[in-house]
């Protein structure tokens, strides 16, 4: 009878402790639900905060000052460009039109560039829109033909890479050379014409002779 009861009060005491430690275990989970949903409600403040202060901390850069006459302005979504925003342009001797506040600054690098027998000079850059098979000069867009921009989007691909006359035949007409030079050679001849300044002095598509031609690679051409 004894042994019973022992047994039923040990049963009865287990009991006890199991319901305990159920409390126990949802007490925790319960306060550890909590403490996660504080810290991403905290976390949450301060995204909200840092989003709520980047616009407003880029429009405090909308206009900085480097000298006195020179200023660096910010565009974005935030900062538009201001509708009295001018540049007043000064044009050089060969026609090209420069910012004219860099003016006095840039004479002055030629200048030096001269006395130690450079002689370099400002000219317009040259883009190329594979995506639309578009050329541009400055802000003027080239008027090329389909062949052309073949040829020229080859040689611009790879600059600094030399293309034979038969490759650049072989890979543009997608046929086997004949060693028909002038087609090649005409077709060079009238896109430098198209490009360059001076299509006697090409910058861009350089003759390597007696090997064929590459595209300057010190020149991007926004490929």
């Given at each position: 009878?004894?042994?019973?009861?022992?047994?039923?009060?040990?049963?009865?005491?287990?009991?006890?402790?199991?319901?305990?430690?159920?409390?126990?275990?949802?007490?925790?989970?319960?306060?550890?639900?909590?403490?996660?949903?504080?810290?991403?409600?905290?976390?949450?403040?301060?995204?909200?905060?840092?989003?709520?202060?980047?616009?407003?901390?880029?429009?405090?850069?909308?206009?900085?000052?480097?000298?006195?006459?020179?200023?660096?302005?910010?565009?974005?979504?935030?900062?538009?460009?201001?509708?009295?925003?001018?540049?007043?342009?000064?044009?050089?001797?060969?026609?090209?039109?420069?910012?004219?506040?860099?003016?006095?600054?840039?004479?002055?690098?030629?200048?030096?560039?001269?006395?130690?027998?450079?002689?370099?000079?400002?000219?317009?850059?040259?883009?190329?829109?594979?995506?639309?098979?578009?050329?541009?000069?400055?802000?003027?867009?080239?008027?090329?033909?389909?062949?052309?921009?073949?040829?020229?989007?080859?040689?611009?691909?790879?600059?600094?890479?030399?293309?034979?006359?038969?490759?650049?035949?072989?890979?543009?007409?997608?046929?086997?050379?004949?060693?028909?030079?002038?087609?090649?050679?005409?077709?060079?001849?009238?896109?430098?014409?198209?490009?360059?300044?001076?299509?006697?002095?090409?910058i861009y598509i350089q003759t390597v002779w007696g090997v064929g031609y590459r595209f300057n690679k010190n020149?991007?051409?926004?490929?």
């Open positions: 009878m004894y042994a019973i009861r022992y047994k039923e009060l040990v049963k009865k005491d287990e009991g006890i402790n199991n319901n305990m430690a159920k409390k126990r275990d949802k007490k925790n989970k319960l306060r550890g639900k909590w403490l996660r949903g504080i810290i991403i409600v905290y976390l949450f403040l301060i995204l909200c905060n840092l989003f709520h202060e980047f616009p407003s901390r880029l429009g405090n850069l909308h206009s900085i000052t480097v000298s006195e006459e020179w200023y660096l302005i910010v565009v974005n979504r935030w900062n538009e460009i201001p509708e009295d925003y001018r540049v007043e342009l000064t044009e050089l001797s060969n026609g090209q039109k420069v910012d004219s506040r860099i003016y006095p600054y840039l004479q002055e690098m030629f200048d030096a560039a001269r006395k130690d027998g450079i002689y370099p000079v400002v000219r317009e850059g040259m883009e190329i829109d594979a995506s639309k098979r578009l050329v541009y000069r400055g802000e003027k867009e080239v008027n090329i033909t389909f062949t052309e921009f073949e040829i020229l989007y080859l040689l611009a691909s790879s600059p600094g890479r030399v293309f034979s006359k038969e490759q650049i035949y072989e890979l543009v007409w997608e046929e086997p050379y004949f060693g028909d030079y002038n087609i090649v050679m005409s077709h060079i001849r009238n896109i430098r014409e198209k490009i360059e300044d001076n299509p006697s002095k090409p020149i991007s051409s926004g490929l």
